[in-house]
């Protein structure tokens, strides 16, 4: 089946400090969706990108769909203590598809 | 805004014992799934559903058991607990228009002992 591919699974950065991680696939997805999971919570929806090379920014966070749609990345920059999570990338095939999630990136951030 | 309620939040069972995860969502989505997250693995699909009276199996769906009588709501049901079953369960919907993203409850956490 379909595997997004997301490396490393944890990642240890100083507060303030600009962070990005990538997410790989082997087939070619039309959606691309980034999520943040903190402690004891369910998964919340950072950025949804729908368009090949599209840049969407929400606050500190940017994030790019690949330009061949097998590639994604998120960029936080200026990390703060509240980064502190588990971040899934996820692709969609066609618009009624299931997604498929990365394993996930625990990020820690050092105040 | 409720979103998508799961609930308990936490449970321990017993091996063999049966139960049901409840899910409910008030957004009026007809897309549902279920999830398990076990540490290090991310999120495995076990069952989904497009609408009310309509399911369908996932990547994990051994062992057990979906229903979709109405829109809101899509239980989950462990007839004979496994300690394999130990895990974070999570249920979601999504809109049905195009490529909506799925929005995700608080989970279960669920030890089978």
């Known amino acids: 089946g379909q595997q997004l591919n997301q490396s490393p699974q944890s990642m240890f950065i100083q507060e303030g400090e600009d962070v990005s991680m990538n997410c790989t696939s082997s087939s070619i997805f039309n959606t691309w969706l980034w999520y943040k999971q903190d402690p004891g919570e369910g998964p919340v929806l950072l950025i949804a990108l729908y368009k090949a090379g599209e840049l969407t920014s929400n606050g500190r966070l940017t994030a790019q769909f690949g330009i061949t749609r097998k590639d994604s990345f998120l960029n936080i920059s200026a990390s703060i203590p509240c980064d502190v999570g588990i971040y899934f990338c996820?692709?969609?095939?066609?618009?009624?598809?299931?997604?498929?999630f990365g394993k996930g990136i625990t990020l820690s951030v050092r105040p | 805004n409720a979103g998508v309620t799961q609930t308990p939040k936490f449970r321990i069972l017993k091996i063999g014992q049966s139960m049901t995860l409840q899910c409910t969502q008030d957004m009026n989505h007809n897309y549902m799934y279920w999830y398990r997250q076990d540490p290090g693995m991310g999120l495995k699909l076990i069952y989904y559903s497009v609408g009310a009276g309509i399911t369908d199996k996932g990547e994990v769906p051994n062992g057990y058991n979906v229903s979709r009588s109405t829109t809101e709501d899509f239980p989950l049901r462990l007839e004979l607990a496994a300690p394999s079953q130990t895990s974070v369960y999570f249920c979601?919907?999504?809109?049905?228009?195009?490529?909506?993203?799925?929005?995700f409850g608080d989970g279960t956490r669920l030890s089978i002992l």
């Open positions: 996820a692709g969609q095939g066609g618009a009624n598809s299931k997604l498929t």
């Open positions: 979601a919907s999504r809109a049905d228009r195009g490529y909506q993203p799925q929005h």
